[in-house]
């Protein structure tokens, strides 16, 4: 169980302190939706969650392989809805991998980041598409 703390700063903006480690983040509403957009939303976090879990679930896989994925980097964009209710409608992904890989390992690592907790948790609810570069 991981406790996270937040609070209602003002002005559209929160801050939660990361109860584990001690770190703080603030967010914003997004400019299109009354806020200043200074800072990353909270469905910007999602979105980051996601490509994060990506990245992080195919380090765990490297490293138990011994392979390196320095410099494997994860774009996303986050599509939000058009029409109330305001949700987020598609998260796309980037997924550049080392070209030093071979094509085992790029599927094995492939099928390590599409198992992630968080693209698991939001299977269903929205709208996902992967690409693999």
């Known amino acids: 169980m ?9 002005e559209l903006r929160c801050r939660s ?4 480690s001690g770190t703080q983040l603030d967010t914003d509403a997004p400019s299109d939706n009354q806020g200043k957009g200074e ?30 994925l320095e410099g494997c980097s994860a774009r996303v964009e986050k599509t939000m809805t058009s029409e109330p209710p ?31 907790p968080v693209k698991r948790s939001l299977q269903g609810a929205v709208a996902m598409e992967l690409h693999w570069l």
Do not use: K
């Not at 302190?17 to 584990?20: A, D, G, R, T």
């Not at 990245?55 to 011994?66: D, S």
């Open 17 to 20: 302190n990361h109860q584990p």
């Open 39 to 68: 800072r990353f939303s909270p469905t910007d976090l999602v979105a980051t969650a996601l490509s994060t879990c990506m990245l992080t679930i195919m380090g765990i896989v490297a490293e138990r392989h011994g392979w390196s």
């Open 86 to 116: 305001r949700r987020i409608a598609r998260l796309t992904v980037w997924v550049q991998l080392p070209a030093s890989l071979d094509e085992r390992q790029r599927d094995v690592l492939r099928r390590a980041a599409e198992a992630c």
């Open 2 to 10: 991981t406790l996270i703390d937040s609070v209602y700063v003002g």
